[in-house]
């Protein structure tokens, strides 16, 4: 009896802390997508980039973890600027064939990338000595790694909720998901906005790709690996629902543990045909309607 | 493109050529003819009703894991299997499609994901009806129509796609000019229109839809049947978006895109990839962002523009 | 006589706001109608109703006596209704024979037939060519809609709905946006509509309105104020005072 409520509690954890990255994976996709409505195939790209970077910050220059995943964080935010104002930005209101194919051809060429510079193995990670121990956190012993992934994922969704609705730049986001057009009309800078979101964007998966790199490995192959997942949070939360991410992500990460754990081997198609069944039922997600 | 049955000709006239013009590269030219095939019908989807999905594969593997199955546990026939691939791919285009055209954009793209995620984790698992992992393998074709052998050299396999090729494209074009053809178009370039005028849009797409898949699934059953041989990455998004690549090269909605993209894709990769790895990849994503910034007609757009300063350079 | 539209009770609610109230509508045959209002009165919620764009909280439609409240837009569009839109939505890409050529295939049920038909083909060009005569579109017809001026779109919105040779035509701000010299010709047309036809209107400029409709309805928010002839409406107290109160306060 015990066994199973403490099997559930480490299903419910492992399943938390899963989720916790594709919450910070797909939060910033969501945003682009809700706001720019570019479909952005290439967001696994800068996770696997952040990732890169803290690794090569640790293992080159021997720094710290911490300040490794601050410089993937900011390396990247600064790759998001750049590329939303160059290339980007000129897809806004391009079909969706050629942001789908802009997306593939970005993908490729961070690969080719990825493959140059590090070679097409995974990149080993050293967690610090105080991530690599175990905590009691009351309801069982657990890997402080976790623990610290679903404390920084919950510390996230907290900030980025708060910036949502109390600050002026969270009000203009919302302003232009919500109806462009309008927003312009009474001042926002919307390019502005759009720039500055696309970075946080890229900046929040470059923090998810980092610190997810024990869990979800950073190599070549990782932006296309894990793009299924995204896509599947940001689609059945609905674009621009941010909330609305953080609980599919972590409904999907416990549903996903805990269904592989029980069926293993039917486990990967049944989680699909769920995904598919609830998007057949709600195609827009669960966000509440934009216009355009 | 005006001067369409030139164009037609001329395809036939290279289809029928090029065992002659090269040889030595059957196997090459047999493989660009079936890929040109499944990009054809992904064309439809893509380029003529505007739905942009990255599952297609899924409809190109069902037909090569039945055809193959179908050779390997009933009847060696080639056209049989044709027959079969073709229609367990409709019936799977028929059920998915139930389901994904309820959506559009990102959605529609991520449901086409799922379904070709789920057709290869099955395929993957039913290990002993699809051999899993290292595929479907024995199997052993019979005669084209009871009377040609395929032969060591693959001549046989080459003419039996390319007669396949053709007539897939005949039917290609009949459906594109027919009235169907050019309400898809009116549904990609205006949905909402179009229901304004009465058009029963839901039923048209899940049409094509099928016919997409039922051709796709047709070049998987030739597949199968001149490699003699099913790999379980006939059913993956990589394929999938192989395929797409394959027809915005070409250039989507053009008609001839995919015998062009098709092709030239093929040859590069051949030659290219061969080389380096790596450098495929960068060179793939390149050519890519030059289309979309540059080109995004692909290969025909292309050519049409140049044929068309030609011809009025010489007035 | 069955009305060729004929509207009970019709209302539509967005969340806690109610844009369309309890709308008793009849059109007969020839009936040449027009809707007004300020913005916002739900003028265009009452048509995306009516087309079928919209599905009502309550109330009743039916065509020629036919309840189609139910019905999905294509399909009351083969019951007879045709509309045009108030900002053109047409296929860009297309030309205009076409566009038109769409429209008159659907509407003689060759819409969706998968084998290319000379005789068929024969006879929707045919019928496209009379469309393009009647409304004076010869000039531009071998390029893409987009590069033509807004007037001659609106034109061809209107040949569209035309080749449906609808029952009930609702036309919304057919002379929205288009250039002053242009506008005349647009009037000619629907001047020159088949008799038989039903014809609903909305419209602001109260010229226009004496020029086309034999009777007005006047909705304001959500509600019909007022109903009669044009001079009946344009002589009742309430609605000099709505519009007398907007002139004043701008």
Not at chain 1, 85 to 101: D, F, K, N
Not at chain 2, 226 to 244: D, M, R, T
Not at chain 2, 249 to 278: C, H, K, N, S, W
Request: glycine share 12%; aromatic share 8%; charged share 15%.
């Amino acid at each position: 009896m015990w066994e199973l409520a403490d099997l559930l509690i480490s299903l419910v954890f492992y399943g938390t802390a899963y989720g916790m990255i594709l919450y910070l994976l797909a939060v910033g996709l969501s945003v682009t997508l809700g706001l720019m409505r570019v479909v952005n195939l290439a967001h696994g790209v800068f996770a696997m980039a952040g990732g890169y970077v803290t690794v090569t910050a640790m293992s080159r220059f021997g720094w710290p973890f911490l300040a490794a995943v601050l410089a993937g964080v900011v390396v990247v935010g600064l790759l998001g600027v750049a590329l939303e104002r160059t290339l980007y930005r000129r897809l806004y209101s391009a079909p969706i064939l050629e942001q789908v194919l802009f997306s593939i051809g970005l993908i490729f060429i961070a690969i080719a990338a990825a493959r140059y510079f590090f070679g097409p193995l995974a990149q080993p990670i050293d967690l610090p000595a105080w991530l690599s121990t175990r905590l009691d956190i009351g309801i069982g012993v657990f890997p402080a790694y976790r623990v610290f992934l679903i404390g920084v994922g919950g510390m996230v969704a907290l900030a980025i909720g708060m910036a949502i609705d109390g600050t002026r730049f969270g009000a203009s986001i919302r302003a232009a998901v919500d109806n462009r057009r309008m927003a312009e009309s009474v001042g926002i800078n919307v390019s502005r906005v759009f720039t500055l979101s696309f970075a946080l964007g890229t900046a929040l998966a470059a923090l998810g790709g980092s610190l997810g790199a024990d869990l979800l490995p950073i190599y070549p192959g990782y932006p296309n690996d894990y793009l299924v997942y995204l896509l599947i949070v940001v689609a059945v939360a609905g674009l621009g629902n941010i909330r609305g991410a953080l609980y599919v992500a972590l409904a999907f990460g416990i549903t996903d543990t805990t269904i592989r754990y029980f069926l293993p081997d039917v486990g990967r198609v049944l989680i699909l045909l769920l995904v598919m069944a609830v998007l057949f039922r709600h195609p827009h997600g669960f966000a509440p309607k934009t216009q355009a | 493109m005006r001067p369409t049955r030139l164009l037609d000709g001329l395809v036939v006239a290279a289809l029928a050529a090029f065992p002659l013009l090269a040889p030595g590269y059957l196997d090459l030219g047999t493989r660009m003819v079936i890929l040109a095939l499944f990009a054809m019908s992904l064309d439809l989807l893509v380029g003529y009703c505007g739905l942009v999905t990255l599952g297609h594969a899924a409809f190109f593997g069902m037909g090569a894991y039945a055809a193959g199955i179908f050779a390997l546990r009933a009847w060696a026939d080639p056209v049989a299997g044709l027959v079969v691939g073709g229609a367990a791919a409709a019936l799977l285009g028929l059920v998915s499609g139930a389901v994904l055209l309820r959506s559009r954009r990102l959605t529609l793209i991520v449901l086409s994901l799922a379904t070709v995620l789920v057709v290869q984790e099955v395929a993957n698992k039913m290990t002993w009806l699809t051999g899993g992992a290292d595929g479907l393998q024995g199997i052993s074709m019979g005669p084209v129509l009871g009377r040609f052998a395929f032969d060591l050299l693959g001549r046989v396999s080459y003419a039996y796609a390319a007669v396949v090729l053709a007539l897939g494209f005949l039917l290609f074009r009949a459906l594109v000019d027919s009235n169907f053809g050019r309400s898809l178009v009116g549904i990609r370039e205006n949905e909402s229109r179009m229901h304004a005028i009465g058009t029963p849009v839901d039923a048209r797409l899940r049409t094509a839809f099928v016919m997409s898949a039922a051709l796709a699934g047709i070049a998987g059953a030739l597949q199968a049947q001149v490699a003699e041989f099913v790999a379980l990455n006939a059913v993956s998004v990589e394929l999938s978006g192989e395929i797409l690549i394959m027809l915005i090269l070409g250039g989507a909605g053009r008609r001839y895109g995919a015998f062009l993209g098709a092709p030239v894709y093929v040859f590069m990769q051949d030659y290219l990839a061969r080389e380096d790895p790596t450098n495929w990849y960068l060179w793939i994503g390149l050519m890519l962002l030059a289309i979309v910034f540059f080109a995004p007609g692909g290969l025909t757009a292309w050519l049409g523009a140049l044929a068309r300063r030609l011809g009025a350079t010489r007035s | 006589m069955t009305p060729v539209l004929d509207v009970r009770g019709l209302s539509k609610r967005f969340g806690s706001l109610d844009v369309v109230r309890d709308v008793n509508l009849t059109l007969e045959a020839g009936a040449r109608y027009a809707l007004i209002g300020p913005n916002g009165a739900g003028k265009t919620t009452l048509i995306n109703l009516i087309s079928g764009r919209l599905s009502p909280s309550a109330g009743e439609i039916r065509i020629d006596g036919r309840n189609v409240t139910r019905m999905p837009e294509a399909g009351r569009v083969k019951a007879g209704i045709g509309r045009t839109f108030q900002i053109t939505s047409l296929f860009r890409r297309l030309t205009i024979e076409e566009t038109l050529a769409l429209a008159v295939a659907e509407h003689v049920g060759a819409g969706g037939r998968l084998w290319p038909d000379r005789a068929s083909r024969a006879r929707i060009d045919a019928r496209v060519a009379e469309i393009v005569a009647t409304l004076r579109l010869g000039d531009d017809l071998a390029r893409p809609i987009e590069v033509l001026p807004y007037g001659v779109q609106r034109m061809v919105e209107i040949g569209t709905v035309l080749a449906l040779e609808p029952r009930l035509l609702l036309l919304d701000e057919p002379a929205a946006g288009v250039p002053r010299g242009d506008v005349g010709v647009i009037f000619e047309a629907i001047a020159k509509l088949p008799a038989s036809m039903a014809v609903l209107l909305i419209e602001h400029d109260i010229d226009v309105v004496f020029r086309v409709a034999a009777r007005v309805a006047v909705l304001v928010a959500g509600d019909i104020l007022v109903e009669g002839s044009p001079a009946e409406v344009s002589e009742h107290p309430d609605v000099r005072a709505l519009y007398l109160g907007e002139a004043r306060h701008g």
